[in-house]
């Protein structure tokens, strides 16, 4: 029903900068959040960044003035500018949204697959 796909991942160095975008598509009639997570290996799956609606965003601590999160609602999508990275970011970066379906009662999480960044030191 939805499909979530991620671009823009890859390998940078430190200090470098990537920006991810995903596309949402399928039967969707509303989105009210959405945002993006990362898995580093052999850690939990953390929130990185979410923007709901009127624009309103939430950061984790470690990200703070380096990477912005912004949508744009006419096309289903979301982006994540990363600037300044660092080792400590490299990680499997998860794009998730929050959205109302044709045929499904309420608000449901929906996932990306998950896009690969790796910063070299």
């Known amino acids: 029903q939805v499909q979530l796909v991620e671009s823009g991942g890859g390998l940078v160095q430190a200090g470098g900068s990537l920006r991810l975008s995903c596309v949402a598509s399928?039967?969707?009639?509303?989105?009210?959040?959405m945002g993006w997570y990362r898995q580093a290996p052999g850690k939990q799956r953390d929130l990185v960044a979410a923007?709901?609606?009127?624009?309103?965003?939430n950061y984790a601590d470690s990200v703070k003035g380096r990477f912005t999160i912004s949508r744009d609602n006419a096309k289903n999508t979301v982006y994540l500018q990363m600037n300044s990275l660092k080792p400590e970011d490299t990680a499997v970066y998860y794009c998730?949204?929050?959205?109302?379906?044709?045929?499904?009662?309420?608000?449901?999480?929906?996932w990306g697959k998950g896009i690969l960044v790796t910063v070299s030191s």
């Open positions: 998730n949204i929050a959205a109302g379906v044709w045929g499904t009662l309420g608000v449901q999480d929906y």
């Open positions: 923007v709901g609606g009127g624009d309103i965003t």
């Open positions: 399928g039967s969707i009639f509303s989105i009210n959040a």
